[in-house]
């Protein structure tokens, strides 16, 4: 349940609310009067599938973006409908995007600290540490921030998400190969670690589960963020991109370029791979719903 308040002129919200009111999906519309009574704040509950349309016109009526609020309330509703759970709020999507596509501080502390985990993951060939690292890494956000551009046709959106996502990902692997040439240079390198012989295949040779696999990863982690629940699908997107971003700086750490390439090939097929899997599940959302407006 989505709850809607607009501040603003008492003559221009008795407005609002009668044109509110006239929406489907939109019910329970009120109006308080302000404490001055010259302004009034208007109410309502929305259904998911309304949202856009109010917002919408919210801005053809010409209200400010500071005067109006949408928010999300988790209401235990036994007879709601199974359409409501699933609906999209495109406005909010975008926002979450325009937020997830940020190259922030904190983001890049992230990425940093997993490619040091990984790092130490390749080489010791301890898949407990690899999977750390893709617990830690939020490379997810930028991914779907540009899905979301693809999809909406934001051009600025689709630039910040992958400059954000390919820095984040230049760090990680800066990391990786700082810490690898620092052991490496100290003699810290287990005595057996050769770069030939890591365990990690699958990040060295593109195939076909290669491509099946980021293809699904970009399908469930725009789905993910789009239900709140990308904390817990951050994991399968990672798995796609740490790893290979781990084993290239391993590779560059130790001097050995020409291994490092085969990393930066299956990085890059696993890239696109999740941003074509991840722009179709929200295209098809939007087609459908579409349909259904």
Not at 84 to 92: K, L, T
Not at 102 to 131: C, K, P
Not at 217 to 236: D, F, I, N, P
Request: charged share 15%; net charge negative; proline share 2%.
């Amino acid at each position: 349940m989505l709850h809607l308040r607009v501040f603003g002129d008492a003559a221009a919200m008795a407005d609002v609310a009668q044109r509110l009111d006239a929406l489907a999906g939109v019910r329970h519309v009120s109006v308080a009067e302000g404490v001055h009574g010259a302004d009034a704040l208007v109410t309502a509950d929305l259904r998911a599938a309304a949202a856009d349309r109010a917002l919408a016109l919210l801005e053809e009526l010409g209200i400010p973006a500071e005067d109006f609020s949408l928010l999300r309330f988790d209401a235990i509703d036994p007879t709601a409908g199974s359409e409501e759970a699933v609906a999209v709020v495109w406005a909010d999507l975008l926002g979450q995007a325009r937020l997830n596509a940020r190259t922030a501080v904190r983001y890049l502390v992230f990425m940093a600290v997993a490619g040091v985990i990984a790092s130490f993951g390749v080489i010791e060939q301890d898949q407990i540490l690899i999977i750390g690292a893709m617990a830690v890494a939020p490379d997810l956000l930028p991914i779907t921030a540009t899905c979301t551009g693809l999809v909406l046709g934001r051009r600025r959106l689709i630039r910040r998400g992958l400059v954000s996502l390919l820095v984040g990902l230049g760090v990680a692997c800066v990391f990786a190969a700082a810490v690898t040439g620092f052991l490496n240079l100290c003699g810290l390198l287990p005595h057996e670690f050769d770069i030939h012989q890591v365990g990690l295949t699958s990040q060295q040779h593109i195939s076909a589960e290669t491509i099946l696999v980021a293809f699904a990863a970009g399908v469930a982690g725009m789905l993910a963020v789009e239900t709140r629940a990308s904390m817990g699908v951050g994991v399968a997107i990672s798995v796609t991109t740490i790893p290979a971003a781990a084993f290239l700086g391993v590779a560059a750490g130790v001097g050995q370029f020409s291994k490092s390439l085969g990393a930066l090939g299956v990085l890059g097929v696993n890239i696109s791979m999740m941003l074509v899997g991840g722009s179709l599940a929200l295209a098809v959302q939007r087609r459908f719903a579409s349909r259904g407006s």
